[in-house]
């Protein structure tokens, strides 16, 4: 069966530091995603991961697969208070998508 | 407006009610999707649909139905609705193609008395 963690669950971090997320999955996929979730808001896809070694950046973050691994990194660069969110890693085997538990994530001044 | 849709957004109903989560989008997605949302779970996959007619059951599809008639809409019931389903339920499509890539509804917070 196809399981899916993510650490840590919570992530309290002062702005302008960096930290990393991860997620680990149990079964061989090629397909992962980001996706990030602001309170009482719907889900916003961030990356999509497609092939071993991808890496994706947008802004303070940036995301990366490693298959053989199977593991994914959510890295936050010099955090500000806008990513304050909860952030979901997701692993697809063939449309059947099961999520991590999520990451919040609070950035304090 | 062109995207994915859910109705209602808020739902209050009680034990052994049947109620009916509607999801609609426009960008014709081949996939559908249904989740829900709770506290230390993250999502879970419901029921998914690869076409009109072409339904699947996912991680937790017990006590819910699902049809697909039409390619842009999915709804989802609850037969006889039960407080373990009070939730948030997310709706989301993909195109069938290789990044798979998932769009979501505003979801449905639905409470079951």
């Known amino acids: 069966e196809l399981k899916v963690e993510q650490n840590p669950l919570f992530l309290s971090m002062q702005e302008g530091k960096n930290y990393t997320i991860y997620c680990n999955y149990s079964?061989?996929?090629?397909?992962l995603y980001w996706y990030r979730q602001d309170p009482g808001k719907s889900l916003e896809s961030l990356f999509v991961?497609?092939?071993?070694?991808a890496v994706k950046q947008e802004g303070r973050l940036m995301a990366s697969l490693d298959t053989k691994a199977r593991l994914s990194t959510l890295h936050i660069t010099a955090a500000v208070h806008d990513l304050s969110a909860t952030y979901f890693c997701?692993?697809?085997?063939?449309?059947?998508?099961?999520f991590g538990a999520g990451t919040r994530l609070t950035v304090k001044p | 407006d062109a995207g994915i849709t859910q109705s209602p957004r808020y739902k209050i109903t009680e034990t052994g009610r049947q109620v009916t989560l509607m999801c609609h989008q426009t960008?014709?997605?081949?996939?559908m999707f249904w989740y829900r949302q709770d506290l230390g779970h993250g999502l879970r996959l419901i029921y998914y649909s690869a076409a009109a007619d072409i339904t699947d059951k996912g991680e937790v599809p017990d006590g819910y139905v699902v049809s697909r008639s039409k390619t842009e809409n999915f709804p989802l019931t609850l037969e006889s609705a039960t407080r373990s389903q009070t939730s948030v339920y997310f709706c989301?499509?993909?195109?069938?193609?290789?990044?798979?890539?998932?769009?979501f509804g505003p979801g449905t917070r639905l409470t079951v008395t």
């Open positions: 079964t061989t996929s090629d397909r």
């Open positions: 997701a692993v697809d085997i063939s449309h059947d998508m099961r």
């Open positions: 960008w014709s997605h081949s996939y």
């Open positions: 989301a499509s993909s195109e069938s193609s290789l990044s798979y890539e998932q769009y």
């Open positions: 991961l497609l092939s071993n070694g």
